[in-house]
């Protein structure tokens, strides 16, 4: 289990646990230094991407390391400039040749190819967003949150909070500029997409609105989506502040969780019927602390661990695999603690 942080404690930086997906229990056995704010972290075939979120300090930039998988430690390969401030997610493609970086306050996506070691080429592509919307305070300029490959690995998709869009791109690692426009989602003016998650079996995905908290469900055929449902993550009778955060599907493709901060701070759960694709709020669980920015169910779908920002704890729920429900089952006491990724022991 790899950890990206915020560093302006006393974070030491990425954080490498070895986490037991039959018991729940982790345990730490290596921190790699030398990064400033490794907010987003991602791990494929024995290499982990991070990006330093430098809020205008530092220019933006991602880390490229080897990983062993046999004792946890991380073995920094390159670090380049990614063309954007505040890059705040990334994402490797199916073939590994190139990873993806959204750019926050930079509004844009750059994407990366990489070397025979998974170091990261500095030849890299660029695109910028333009526009804004309706919100004056968080909608002033374009506002990437994130950089997702489809399943099928042909588009690359690109939630813009600053826009209300997502962008659509189609991708072909074999081309000297992968990128090209293939479309958009247009979303409710003022609704802020944030973050997008895929069915594992079926043409449905599930975008994660962060500013009006609501989660659009669509019917998806390549690069042309059709919402069939938006629906909000809090319970009946909530009104205090919302703010939509994370967005996942279990393996199964059962179940939807989302994580909400703001005044609720809890995990949304959701059946998800297998015909139409719509969800149905069937629980809504504490974080057991603030700001759960990001959380992930593990690979054998037993736990769900959630990164709880403002109080410096990782939460893990026992899952229940049959009916989707959560119980508190432990938690981790980290540095705040922004992003989690798995990769199997060797």
Not at 253 to 262: A, D, E, I, P, V
Not at 297 to 304: K, R
Request: charged residues 20%.
């Amino acid at each position: 289990m790899i950890v990206g942080t915020y560093t302006q404690t006393d974070s030491k930086g990425i954080y490498v646990y070895k986490f037991d997906s039959n018991t729940g229990k982790s345990i730490l056995v290596s921190t790699q230094g030398g990064i400033k704010n490794p907010s987003f972290v991602t791990v494929h075939n024995g290499n982990v991407y991070a990006v330093s979120e430098t809020h205008g300090e530092d220019p933006g930039s991602v880390s490229a390391y080897s990983f062993n998988e046999e004792n946890g430690r991380l073995t920094f390969l390159n670090n380049l400039p990614t063309g954007g401030d505040d890059p705040c997610y990334a994402e490797v493609d199916a073939t590994g040749n190139c990873v993806a970086v959204a750019n926050y306050s930079g509004g844009s996506v750059s994407l990366f190819k990489t070397g025979p070691r998974g170091e990261l080429l500095e030849d890299k592509q660029v695109i910028q967003h333009h526009g804004n919307s309706v919100n004056k305070e968080r909608q002033d300029a374009p506002h990437v949150h994130e950089s997702v490959f489809s399943p099928d690995n042909k588009f690359l998709l690109t939630p813009d909070l600053g826009t209300d869009k997502v962008m659509i791109y189609n991708f072909d690692p074999n081309k000297h500029q992968p990128l090209s426009k293939a479309g958009e989602i247009v979303c409710e003016p003022g609704s802020g997409p944030r973050h997008i998650a895929f069915h594992p079996k079926k043409n449905f995905a599930y975008l994660i609105h962060e500013l009006n908290a609501m989660v659009s469900v669509y019917h998806y055929k390549g690069s042309e989506f059709k919402e069939v449902q938006n629906e909000k993550t809090w319970p009946h009778g909530f009104s205090g502040k919302k703010d939509g955060a994370e967005v996942a599907v279990s393996a199964d493709g059962k179940f939807l969780y989302t994580s909400q901060r703001g005044d609720q701070n809890t995990i949304a759960i959701f059946s998800i019927d297998q015909e139409t694709g719509k969800i149905k709020m069937i629980d809504d669980v504490s974080v057991n602390g603030k700001g759960p920015r990001f959380f992930m169910i593990d690979p054998a779908g037993n736990f769900l661990l959630v990164a709880n920002q403002q109080t410096n704890n990782i939460v893990v729920f026992k899952r229940d695999v049959s009916t989707g429900l959560l119980t508190k089952y432990n938690e981790i006491s980290i540095p705040i603690p922004v992003s989690i990724c798995m990769t199997p022991v060797k």
